[in-house]
């Protein structure tokens, strides 16, 4: 079931590489958190980008369902939770089907 | 093995303080991370799905227990407790931060490890035969020839923005145990018919989206003319390596597009030139790095009585256990592809009981080969049965090696930002599918090879059966290989026709070796069925 | 583009401008020449006696082919100033200082400081190249038989 189409800003944390998503204020490292962006996106990159926090920022496509955020591409999904073979180091350590959501 | 003198030594901790200054300037903004990502490549530092991914060099492959010891803490003291052995016989890290990757340099080149042109388009860790020194069929052990290689080719002034990466194997046995025909430039160290030692070159190797077999470009240089050689080899490349495109960058796309016979003289005549300024180091220092390899301290008169009472021993003895030139002495080869696991993973406690084992079982040696498992190249036979229980605890004793569940797999999606696709988890349902011993040794040798995007780093090209992840519309979907092999009689596989979904293609691998084993003859493997046989009788059983 | 030149020589600099590769083979007269990553820094051999200046274009940091016209030059017995002119970072100047160059012109201005930081990176090599610094193999081996 597809959701409204957005789109957010997402990158890495400059000095720890942790995957951050812009939220609107600031980054946060989950996917939830993320706000949809328009033709501000390119001033909030370059403005973020030179304050030296983050790096590899770039635009990707999502879709809102049940009020939670989906990256559209599988690899964005992975980016979000963490490596689906290893649970136990990802942002949902406690959920055995937290993978089926990246497929 | 080799030991750093303080010219080596003064060597990797300058590159260190480098590196410290260069994370600075990136951190302040002074460098822009446009200018910074081929800095922080040639210290091997990727930016990968998750966090940095930090690639650690083993030079050839071979790393003294102390070493090991220090990448399993490493491991619990920066990243999350695991490690990753490559193809390239190194180490990856995959949850480093930028800001303590200075530090880490700095806690490698305390025991002689660095992470030194690991990335970037320079000259990458040159690699080479995981049983050099103790197998019985080398001319030489390659070892010294390829220290003096890393050295000649580390900090290079004029290679070091090539048009694109460039990896270089040596082997001196004409068993290819280390893809050598799959590189930029592969040696192969030969006697000549006077008994004399040289190299022979082959150039314009290589996996990816063009996978090629490198031709032969010299058939004989002398062994104290090789520095010399790769120089003229490395500027012929340097010069007119395509700089246009980034996926026609390789050599293999130059010797190809050229001809190997116009690379070939173009490299003979800049070889011409070089061997008049006296760039090649003197004899002296080859006898000063072989020195360090020769006598590791095996013991003469040793017994080659084994006990093969205990049947798992017996099993793993004969799969994972080869000859060694001493008698009384084996070379243990220990998987890290345990049913279900993760392909090349160990965590930090695996990884220092390694060590612990290389320092009281195996001279203190160990080797990283490319197939992502560990070898111990000095085991006393009377040492096995211990050395075996003590692996068996820490989940390090499957007896596959070779076998259809010792699979070679890139990381794939779950960590890497270059991928189409996932393949461990592809891997883990086939080594579950094939879990049964008696089952995969019935299947005898099977190399199969899994990439999660055309750049190959799981070899997928050269597997008896090799799978491809692709991105197909959004979903992964893998197409399936046969046929590929890597050793002397190295070829590429062969698509075998549409691709799959992650249980398609287990399904169609198990149809695969179904055909093999209702067709094969005496003796034959699943690739000599293959070739005798063709694509034909496969395609039919899986596409029906 | 701002050129300050970094310049390790004792002679006069050269006055000229540089001329194209194309160009210098078209004249007879000129004394500075331009070589860029393409071209072939070899069809200047015949003529080295006359010119005082090569500069090599970086255009991008990335392309290294300046390094290999730079060493083969230097090599061929080219004794005139050798600069490096462009996309030139100070993460760059000791590998070029090794092959050859001896004046620099980079984009974005270099301290004087910060160059001799940047050369001194490392206190020894491992390669003989043309700078006549000494090997790290010549200095465990003094005097050694040549190969």
């Given at each position: 079931m597809s959701g409204d189409k957005i789109k957010v800003i997402t990158g890495s944390d400059l000095r720890s590489g942790d995957v951050v998503w812009w939220t609107g204020e600031g980054w946060s490292r989950h996917v939830d958190n993320a706000v949809g962006v328009e033709h501000d996106a390119e001033a909030i990159i370059a403005r973020e980008n030179a304050k030296q926090v983050v790096t590899d920022t770039h635009v990707i496509d999502a879709t809102i369902e049940a009020g939670a955020v989906r990256p559209a591409h599988i690899k964005d999904r992975i980016r979000a939770l963490g490596p689906t073979v290893r649970l136990d180091l990802s942002l949902k350590p406690a959920d055995p089907q937290a993978g089926t959501w990246v497929i | 093995?080799?030991?750093?003198?303080?010219?080596?030594?003064?060597?990797?901790?300058?590159?260190?303080?480098?590196?410290?200054?260069?994370?600075?300037?990136?951190?302040?903004?002074?460098?822009?991370?446009?200018?910074?990502?081929?800095?922080?490549?040639k210290n091997g530092l990727y930016l990968q799905l998750h966090a940095y991914m930090l690639r650690v060099a083993v030079p050839y492959g071979t790393l003294s227990?102390?070493?090991?010891?220090?990448?399993?803490?490493?491991?619990d003291k920066y990243d999350r407790g695991y490690g990753h052995f490559t193809t390239r016989q190194n180490i990856q890290y995959n949850w480093i931060k930028l800001s303590d990757a200075p530090q880490i340099l700095e806690d490698l080149a305390k025991v002689q490890l660095h992470a030194i042109q690991t990335s970037g388009n320079c000259i990458r860790n040159t690699t080479s035969d995981h049983f050099a020194g103790a197998a019985a069929d080398e001319v030489v052990d390659p070892r010294p020839y390829a220290e003096l290689l890393r050295q000649w080719s580390t900090f290079h002034p004029e290679f070091d923005y090539l048009p694109r990466k460039f990896k270089v194997a040596i082997i001196a046995s004409d068993t290819d145990r280390a893809a050598m025909r799959l590189h930029d430039i592969g040696i192969q160290i030969v006697k000549n018919e006077a008994g004399e030692i040289g190299c022979k070159f082959f150039a314009g190797g290589g996996m990816g989206r063009t996978p090629m077999i490198a031709p032969?470009?010299?058939?004989?240089?002398?062994?104290?003319?090789?520095?010399?050689?790769?120089?003229?080899?490395?500027?012929?490349?340097?010069r007119h390596g395509r700089r246009d495109n980034k996926y026609k960058a390789r050599i293999k796309i130059l010797v190809h597009e050229i001809g190997v016979d116009e690379y070939a003289r173009q490299v003979q005549e800049e070889f011409a030139h070089i061997l008049t300024l006296g760039l090649e180091p003197p004899?002296?220092?080859?006898?000063?790095?072989?020195?360090?390899?020769?006598?590791p301290g095996l013991e003469s008169g040793l017994s080659d009585d084994l006990d093969l009472s205990d049947p798992d021993f017996a099993l793993w003895v004969d799969q994972n256990v080869h000859a060694h030139k001493q008698p009384g002495y084996a070379i243990v080869t220990i998987s890290l592809k345990p049913v279900g696991g993760i392909p090349g993973d160990a965590t930090a406690d695996q990884i220092r009981l390694m060590a612990d084992l290389a320092r009281d079982h195996s001279l203190d040696e160990l080797r990283v080969s490319h197939a992502q498992n560990i070898v111990l190249p000095h085991v006393k036979k009377a040492d096995l049965y211990r050395v075996w229980q003590a692996l068996v605890e820490a989940g390090l004793a499957t007896p596959n090696l070779d076998l259809i569940t010792d699979i070679i797999a890139c990381p794939g999606l779950d960590y890497c930002a270059l991928a189409n696709a996932r393949s461990i988890p592809l891997a883990q349902k086939i080594t579950d599918r094939f879990a049964d011993i008696g089952r995969q040794r019935e299947l005898g040798e099977l190399k199969l090879k899994i990439?999660?995007?055309?750049?190959?780093?799981?070899?997928?090209h050269a597997g008896h059966i090799g799978i491809l992840g692709v991105d197909r519309k959004g979903l992964e979907n893998y197409q399936l290989l046969l046929g590929g092999a890597e050793s002397a009689d190295t070829s590429l596989g062969t698509i075998t026709g549409p691709g799959f979904s992650e249980d398609g293609?287990?399904?169609?691998?198990?149809?695969?070796?179904?055909?093999?084993?209702?067709?094969?003859?005496?003796?034959e493997r699943f690739l000599d069925t293959y070739r005798r046989i063709g694509m034909a009788p496969f395609k039919e059983a899986i596409y029906g | 583009m701002v050129e300050t030149v970094l310049r390790y020589r004792t002679d006069e600099p050269v006055a000229d401008p540089a001329v194209t590769v194309d160009a210098f083979g078209a004249q007879g007269n000129a004394t500075a020449v331009r070589i860029e990553p393409g071209d072939d820094a070899l069809a200047l051999v015949p003529f080295l006696d006359r010119i005082a200046l090569i500069e090599v274009n970086f255009p991008s940091f990335a392309d290294g082919r300046g390094y290999?016209?730079?060493r083969s030059l230097r090599e061929r017995g080219y004794t005139g100033e050798l600069r490096a002119v462009g996309d030139v970072l100070i993460d760059q100047l000791s590998h070029m200082r090794r092959c050859g160059f001896d004046s620099f012109a980079p984009d974005k201005p270099i301290s004087p400081e910060d160059a001799e930081a940047a050369f001194a990176t490392w206190g020894e090599v491992y390669q003989k190249t043309v700078d006549g610094r000494a090997p790290i193999w010549a200095a465990r081996h003094p005097g050694a038989q040549k190969a």
């Open positions: - | 093995m080799y030991e750093y003198d303080q010219h080596d030594q003064a060597m990797v901790e300058a590159r260190v303080a480098e590196f410290r200054g260069q994370v600075a300037r990136r951190l302040s903004g002074e460098l822009t991370e446009d200018q910074f990502k081929p800095l922080r490549l227990s102390a070493q090991m010891r220090v990448l399993g803490d490493i491991a032969c470009i010299a058939q004989f240089v002398p062994a104290l003319q090789m520095i010399s050689f790769l120089e003229a080899a490395l500027r012929v490349y340097n004899p002296a220092e080859l006898e000063r790095i072989k020195a360090m390899f020769v006598d990439s999660g995007c055309i750049n190959a780093c799981g070899h997928h293609v287990v399904d169609a691998i198990e149809k695969v070796t179904d055909v093999y084993l209702a067709h094969r003859d005496e003796g | 290999s016209s730079a």
